[in-house]
Antibody
């Protein structure tokens, strides 16, 4: 069964950090680009970051560039998102998904940035 | 960056009726378009890719059409479980992969 499971969300103060994780199963993780997509409360979907299968190609949305770092460990079938200097507008559900069209999604992990 | 625009923002439809949702791309994306359904508290679910190919397990009442810059998702006869928010997304020219703002299909 193809599955993605995110973890690591929580409540953090502005300026703080969090590290999200996504564990894949049921497919050959090392063959695929992977992505983080987020959805702020009551809002639409926003691409946050992507990483190529080997990790050599990365992309960040302008709103997170310089603050977030995407990484992966193909041996562990895991994708990560290190989020630094968090702001209130980073509050969202963060999904791990398999692009280009997102045929596999995790259930998401909630990040709340608030003092 | 390709901008995706969906209309209408909200569509009020009675059960059993047809729903037609539109998505427009700011430049040609050929047929590199996907549609998703999202229900409250759930992750999006892929419905259509390649503009018209249904994903695994998606009922035949969902159909996609269009190419270039204009696309349509049609739900032929709305069932109670179809009331949700629908998003389109292009994957022709990325990064970034871009989504439309969504259309909420609500019960009339």
């Amino acid at each position: 069964q193809v599955q993605l499971v995110e973890s690591g969300g929580g409540l953090v103060k502005p300026g703080g950090s969090l590290r999200l994780s996504c564990v894949a199963s049921g497919f050959n993780f090392s063959d695929y680009y992977m992505s983080w997509i987020r959805q702020a409360p009551g809002k639409g979907l926003e691409s946050v970051a992507y990483m190529s299968s080997s990790g050599s190609v990365v992309y960040y949305a302008g709103s997170v560039k310089g603050r977030f770092t995407i990484s992966r460990d193909n041996a562990r079938k895991s994708l990560y998102l290190l989020m630094n200097s968090l702001r209130a507008d980073d509050t969202a559900v963060y999904y791990c998904a398999r692009p280009y069209y997102m045929d596999v999604w995790g259930k998401g992990t909630t990040v709340i940035v608030s003092s | 960056e390709i901008v995706m625009t969906q209309s209408p923002a909200t569509l009020s439809v009675s059960p059993g009726e047809r729903a037609t949702l539109s998505c427009r791309a700011s430049q040609s994306i050929r047929r590199s378009l996907a549609w998703y359904q999202q229900k409250p508290g759930q992750a999006p679910r892929l419905l259509i890719y390649g503009a018209f190919t249904r994903a695994t397990g998606i009922p035949a009442r969902f159909s996609g059409s269009g190419s270039g810059t204009e696309f349509t998702l049609t739900i032929s006869s709305l069932q109670s479980e179809d009331f949700a928010v629908y998003y389109c997304q292009q994957y022709e020219d990325w990064p970034p992969l871009t989504f439309g703002g969504g259309t909420k299909v609500e019960i009339k």
